[in-house]
């Protein structure tokens, strides 16, 4: 079973940025199209990045421009860089399979916050 470990979080101000790491064990994390959740208090968890196998990715246009997702694959590996961060990014950031009947349990998420 493949289990997620989100670091990289922290307290940053506004402007600032922050490097998101996201480890899995498993053999078969290569094969998966990962991505990057947020959950703000009070909110539902909401999908800011997603990357391919190849590296293909793609981003709500909330985060287009500032968030970058990568990946590597032989450390089975995901990370967000996230730059320009806004007090809107104050979130808990989990990384987990894009596809629903891919995923994993959900790891403990790291915590962003953004102060104005």
């Known amino acids: 079973q493949v289990q997620l470990v989100e670091s990289g979080g922290g307290l940053v101000q506004a402007g600032g940025s922050l490097r998101l790491s996201c480890a899995a064990s498993?053999?078969?994390?290569?094969?998966?199209?990962m991505a990057w959740y947020r959950q703000a208090p009070g909110k539902q968890r909401e999908l800011v990045a997603s990357?391919?196998?190849?590296?293909?990715?793609n981003y709500p246009d909330s985060v287009k421009g500032r968030f970058t997702a990568s990946r590597d694959n032989a450390k089975s590996t995901v990370y967000l860089q996230m730059n320009n961060l806004k007090p809107e990014d104050t979130a808990v950031y989990y990384c987990?399979?894009?596809?629903?009947?891919?995923?994993?349990?959900w790891g403990q998420g790291t915590q962003v916050t953004v102060s104005s």
């Open positions: 987990n399979a894009l596809l629903w009947a891919q995923r994993a349990p």
């Open positions: 498993g053999s078969i994390f290569s094969i998966r199209t």
């Open positions: 990357i391919s196998s190849g590296g293909i990715t």
